[in-house]
């Protein structure tokens, strides 16, 4: 049953694998890839996996199923990165917490989605308590990819890769926080060095700022896969020094971080469009 948790056809095999991992849970699995919605998606389904008590689990229609799907569910503890950073407060409480039995019958699941967000000591926190494994936990980690993650957290995981985005699975357009114009401005200026600034002076949303590196992270996942059909890809393609697209993932981790942070969205923006048009031109 996954149409509660609404998986995603093209994500198959990572809903086989996770079926075969339910069988003998990891203490910690990092899910990274996809979107952050099929992300999220894939969590829910794998924690009604562990804690559903029908014959064929999950089975979408009992109480558990849908108390996890609302996240009302007692032995599900969400702790969401998108919204602001992961604070170490937060990862204490974790560490304390998985010291005991789960409430019920299953598996105890700490979700961190967007798991980048962590502070530094909040992954040190996070760190003493995944050293000290109880029986009955999971702490599962969502990321866009593992190394926006402390490598230490990577090394004790098992990671299971969501299938990418296609270059032709455009972000939702429209409205005030459709990307498109800021995407356009963007890959204008990295061509021609001109007309970028006037584009912020309109004070992009934090939505519209989030949905732009998006999309670009997007496009940088399609030229590194060999896709040529994207305006950054044809950039990159001009480019000389191998190591730029390690540099722009940085980048745009960095930038994501400070939306997260609530840095100011154009000022953010502002930093994207300078620094990588130092690489790119």
Do not use: Y
Not at 146 to 159: D, G, I, M, N, Q
């Amino acid at each position: 049953m996954t149409t509660l948790f609404h998986i995603a056809d093209r994500q198959a095999h990572v809903l086989a694998a996770l079926e075969a991992l339910a069988a003998a849970p990891p203490q910690a699995l990092i899910l990274e890839g996809g979107t952050t919605r099929e992300r999220a998606d894939m969590a829910l389904w794998l924690t009604a996996r562990l804690n559903c008590q029908a014959g064929k689990p999950p089975c979408g229609i009992c109480p558990i199923c849908r108390q996890i799907a609302d996240d009302v569910f007692l032995d599900l503890h969400f702790f969401d990165g998108g919204l602001e950073s992961i604070k170490v407060e937060s990862m204490r409480e974790v560490r304390q917490l998985v010291g005991e039995p789960p409430r019920g019958a299953g598996i105890r699941v700490i979700l961190l989605a967007e798991a980048q967000a962590l502070t530094d000591e909040a992954a040190n926190a996070l760190l003493k308590a995944m050293e000290e494994p109880r029986p009955g936990n999971l702490f599962l980690l969502l990321t866009p990819q593992r190394e926006r993650l402390f490598p230490t957290l990577v090394s004790r995981s098992w990671v299971l890769t969501l299938a990418w985005p296609g270059t032709d699975q455009p972000a939702p357009g429209g409205g005030e926080d459709d990307p498109a114009p800021l995407l356009d401005a963007l890959h204008d200026f990295w061509r021609t060095g001109r007309g970028w600034f006037s584009a912020t002076k309109s004070r992009p949303s934090r939505l519209a700022a989030e949905r732009t590196i998006t999309e670009l992270s997007r496009e940088l996942a399609a030229a590194l896969a060999g896709r040529t059909d994207t305006p950054l890809a044809a950039l990159l393609a001009g480019c000389r020094n191998p190591d730029i697209p390690r540099r722009l993932d940085i980048l745009l981790a960095e930038c994501q971080e400070a939306l997260i942070l609530t840095v100011n969205p154009a000022l953010t923006l502002d930093r994207l469009a300078t620094q990588a048009a130092l690489w790119l031109r």
